[in-house]
Protein backbone atom coordinates (compact mmCIF):
# COMPACT_ATOMS: atom_id res chain seq x y z
CA UNK A 1 0.00 0.00 0.00
CA UNK A 2 1.17 3.59 -0.79
CA UNK A 3 0.84 6.44 1.73
CA UNK A 4 1.15 9.64 -0.75
CA UNK A 5 3.49 12.40 1.46
CA UNK A 6 2.85 15.80 1.03
CA UNK A 7 4.27 18.97 2.29
CA UNK A 8 5.24 22.37 1.11
CA UNK A 9 9.21 23.25 0.69
CA UNK A 10 10.77 23.58 3.97
CA UNK A 11 7.89 21.86 5.83
CA UNK A 12 10.42 18.98 6.60
CA UNK A 13 8.76 15.84 4.28
CA UNK A 14 12.07 14.59 3.48
CA UNK A 15 13.53 14.40 6.69
CA UNK A 16 10.43 12.68 7.76
CA UNK A 17 10.28 10.44 5.15
CA UNK A 18 13.97 9.15 5.73
CA UNK A 19 13.10 8.62 9.90
CA UNK A 20 10.08 6.72 8.89
CA UNK A 21 12.13 4.52 6.24
CA UNK A 22 14.10 3.30 8.53
CA UNK A 23 11.90 1.56 10.49
CA UNK A 24 10.83 -1.75 9.40
CA UNK A 25 7.93 -2.24 7.64
CA UNK A 26 8.22 1.02 5.86
CA UNK A 27 10.32 1.76 2.41
CA UNK A 28 10.52 5.30 0.90
CA UNK A 29 9.83 5.61 -2.91
CA UNK A 30 11.13 9.40 -4.17
CA UNK A 31 10.55 9.87 -7.76
CA UNK A 32 13.07 12.81 -7.09
CA UNK A 33 15.80 10.34 -6.52
CA UNK A 34 14.73 7.72 -8.64
CA UNK A 35 14.86 9.89 -11.55
CA UNK A 36 18.76 11.43 -10.22
CA UNK A 37 20.03 7.11 -10.44
CA UNK A 38 18.80 6.75 -13.65
CA UNK A 39 20.12 9.83 -15.01
CA UNK A 40 23.55 8.68 -13.70
CA UNK A 41 23.40 5.12 -14.83
CA UNK A 42 22.32 5.77 -18.06
CA UNK A 43 19.64 3.93 -18.23
CA UNK A 44 17.50 4.19 -21.72
CA UNK A 45 14.89 5.95 -19.62
CA UNK A 46 17.53 7.94 -17.73
CA UNK A 47 18.87 8.78 -21.43
CA UNK A 48 15.34 10.11 -22.16
CA UNK A 49 14.92 12.54 -19.22
CA UNK A 50 18.37 13.42 -19.32
CA UNK A 51 18.09 14.74 -22.65
CA UNK A 52 14.44 16.62 -22.21
CA UNK A 53 16.61 18.02 -19.42
CA UNK A 54 19.09 19.52 -20.95
CA UNK A 55 16.31 21.09 -23.71
CA UNK A 56 15.30 22.88 -20.31
CA UNK A 57 11.75 20.69 -20.28
CA UNK A 58 10.46 19.25 -17.42
CA UNK A 59 10.68 15.43 -18.08
CA UNK A 60 6.85 14.10 -18.78
CA UNK A 61 4.11 12.74 -16.99
CA UNK A 62 4.81 9.37 -18.69
CA UNK A 63 9.07 9.15 -18.22
CA UNK A 64 8.53 9.75 -14.65
CA UNK A 65 5.51 7.09 -13.98
CA UNK A 66 7.62 4.41 -15.92
CA UNK A 67 10.18 5.44 -13.37
CA UNK A 68 7.57 5.21 -10.34
CA UNK A 69 6.41 1.89 -11.67
CA UNK A 70 9.75 0.53 -11.80
CA UNK A 71 10.92 2.03 -8.33
CA UNK A 72 7.24 0.59 -6.46
CA UNK A 73 7.91 -3.15 -8.43
CA UNK A 74 5.40 -6.19 -7.09
CA UNK A 75 3.08 -6.04 -4.92
CA UNK A 76 4.85 -5.14 -1.12
CA UNK A 77 3.80 -6.32 2.26
CA UNK A 78 5.52 -2.75 3.16
CA UNK A 79 3.95 0.48 3.62
CA UNK A 80 5.48 2.47 0.98
CA UNK A 81 5.90 6.14 1.56
CA UNK A 82 6.16 8.31 -1.92
CA UNK A 83 7.48 11.64 -1.59
CA UNK A 84 7.57 14.14 -4.68
CA UNK A 85 4.16 12.60 -7.05
CA UNK A 86 1.94 13.18 -7.61
CA UNK A 87 2.61 16.34 -8.30
CA UNK A 88 -0.86 17.21 -10.38
CA UNK A 89 -3.95 15.62 -10.56
CA UNK A 90 -3.17 13.49 -14.03
CA UNK A 91 -0.76 12.07 -12.18
CA UNK A 92 -2.88 11.27 -9.44
CA UNK A 93 -5.28 9.71 -11.51
CA UNK A 94 -2.38 7.93 -13.15
CA UNK A 95 -1.47 6.25 -9.46
CA UNK A 96 -4.83 4.68 -9.63
CA UNK A 97 -4.57 2.89 -12.37
CA UNK A 98 -2.01 0.81 -9.99
CA UNK A 99 -4.49 0.05 -7.16
CA UNK A 100 -5.20 -3.29 -7.59
CA UNK A 101 -1.59 -3.95 -6.76
CA UNK A 102 0.07 -0.65 -5.02
CA UNK A 103 -3.56 1.13 -3.93
CA UNK A 104 -3.47 4.23 -2.19
CA UNK A 105 -4.47 4.17 1.42
CA UNK A 106 -3.80 7.60 2.62
CA UNK A 107 -2.35 11.11 1.32
CA UNK A 108 -1.23 12.81 4.88
CA UNK A 109 -0.47 16.75 4.40
CA UNK A 110 2.28 17.59 6.63
CA UNK A 111 0.68 20.99 6.96
CA UNK A 112 3.54 23.90 8.17
CA UNK A 113 2.55 27.57 8.69
CA UNK A 114 3.26 29.99 5.54
CA UNK A 115 5.29 32.39 8.27
CA UNK A 116 7.63 29.56 9.52
CA UNK A 117 8.33 27.83 6.21
CA UNK A 118 9.65 31.38 5.14
CA UNK A 119 11.27 31.60 8.59
CA UNK A 120 12.77 27.78 7.80
CA UNK A 121 14.02 28.52 3.96
CA UNK A 122 15.20 32.00 4.26
CA UNK A 123 17.32 31.08 7.17
CA UNK A 124 19.14 28.60 5.63
CA UNK A 125 22.95 29.13 4.93
CA UNK A 126 25.34 26.84 2.75
CA UNK A 127 28.78 27.07 2.99
CA UNK A 128 30.16 27.37 -0.02
CA UNK A 129 33.39 25.31 0.18
CA UNK A 130 31.85 21.83 1.51
CA UNK A 131 28.55 22.27 1.27
CA UNK A 132 27.48 21.96 4.73
CA UNK A 133 24.22 23.42 6.10
CA UNK A 134 23.15 25.84 8.51
CA UNK A 135 20.20 27.41 9.94
CA UNK A 136 20.60 31.55 11.73
CA UNK A 137 18.14 30.25 14.25
CA UNK A 138 17.24 26.91 14.42
CA UNK A 139 21.41 25.39 13.80
CA UNK A 140 23.84 28.26 13.75
CA UNK A 141 26.84 28.04 13.01
CA UNK A 142 29.53 29.19 16.09
CA UNK A 143 30.77 32.07 14.45
CA UNK A 144 28.11 33.77 12.10
CA UNK A 145 28.95 33.51 8.36
CA UNK A 146 31.63 30.84 8.75
CA UNK A 147 31.28 27.18 8.57
CA UNK A 148 32.31 24.90 11.48
CA UNK A 149 33.51 22.39 9.54
CA UNK A 150 35.82 23.71 7.05
CA UNK A 151 35.83 27.54 8.32
CA UNK A 152 34.96 28.12 4.44
CA UNK A 153 32.06 31.13 3.80
CA UNK A 154 28.32 30.57 4.70
CA UNK A 155 26.25 31.66 1.96
CA UNK A 156 22.48 32.42 1.29
CA UNK A 157 21.42 30.47 -1.80
CA UNK A 158 19.84 32.85 -4.40
CA UNK A 159 16.57 30.44 -4.45
CA UNK A 160 16.33 30.66 -0.64
CA UNK A 161 16.16 34.79 -0.50
CA UNK A 162 12.93 35.73 1.26
CA UNK A 163 11.30 37.05 -2.45
CA UNK A 164 12.08 33.95 -3.77
CA UNK A 165 10.75 31.57 -1.32
CA UNK A 166 7.37 33.29 -1.17
CA UNK A 167 7.44 32.80 -5.14
CA UNK A 168 8.05 29.00 -4.60
CA UNK A 169 5.41 28.55 -2.18
CA UNK A 170 3.05 29.84 -3.71
CA UNK A 171 3.86 28.14 -7.26
CA UNK A 172 4.11 24.81 -4.53
CA UNK A 173 0.13 25.65 -3.13
CA UNK A 174 -1.31 26.10 -6.61
CA UNK A 175 0.19 23.38 -7.98
CA UNK A 176 -0.62 21.33 -4.97
CA UNK A 177 -3.85 22.40 -3.96
CA UNK A 178 -5.75 20.23 -6.50
CA UNK A 179 -4.52 17.45 -5.57
CA UNK A 180 -5.40 17.40 -2.27
CA UNK A 181 -8.80 18.39 -2.75
CA UNK A 182 -8.95 14.70 -5.33
CA UNK A 183 -7.57 12.43 -2.21
CA UNK A 184 -10.47 14.93 -0.17
CA UNK A 185 -13.33 13.68 -2.47
CA UNK A 186 -11.87 9.90 -1.99
CA UNK A 187 -12.22 10.81 1.44
CA UNK A 188 -8.04 9.91 1.82
CA UNK A 189 -6.79 12.90 3.39
CA UNK A 190 -5.05 13.75 6.23
CA UNK A 191 -3.82 16.41 7.89
CA UNK A 192 -0.45 16.28 10.38
CA UNK A 193 0.54 19.27 12.23
CA UNK A 194 3.97 19.87 11.06
CA UNK A 195 5.05 22.42 13.15
CA UNK A 196 7.66 21.62 16.47
CA UNK A 197 10.26 19.90 17.09
CA UNK A 198 11.54 16.91 14.36
CA UNK A 199 10.93 14.29 17.10
CA UNK A 200 7.52 15.74 17.67
CA UNK A 201 6.61 15.61 14.44
CA UNK A 202 7.74 12.21 14.21
CA UNK A 203 5.78 10.71 16.72
CA UNK A 204 2.47 12.55 15.04
CA UNK A 205 3.44 10.97 11.76
CA UNK A 206 4.43 7.36 13.19
CA UNK A 207 0.64 7.77 15.17
CA UNK A 208 -1.49 8.41 11.82
CA UNK A 209 0.38 5.38 9.62
CA UNK A 210 0.32 2.92 12.43
CA UNK A 211 -3.46 3.58 12.60
CA UNK A 212 -3.60 3.43 9.06
CA UNK A 213 -1.73 -0.40 9.44
CA UNK A 214 -4.25 -1.97 11.86
CA UNK A 215 -7.33 -0.28 9.80
ZN1 LIG B 1 32.34 24.07 4.94
Redesign the pocket.
Known sequence: MIVVLTGAPGAGKGTQADLLSALKGFRKVSTGDALRKHVRMKSPIGLQAEAVMARGELVSDDILFEILRQELGPKAEEMILLDGYPRNVSQAKTLDSLKDVHPVVAAIHLDVDPHELVNRLSGRRV?A??G?TFHVTMTPSKVAGV?D??D?ALQQRTDDSEECVRTRLSVYESLTKPVLEFYKEKGLYQRVDGMGRTEEVFGKLKGSLDGLRLA
Open positions: CSCACKCG
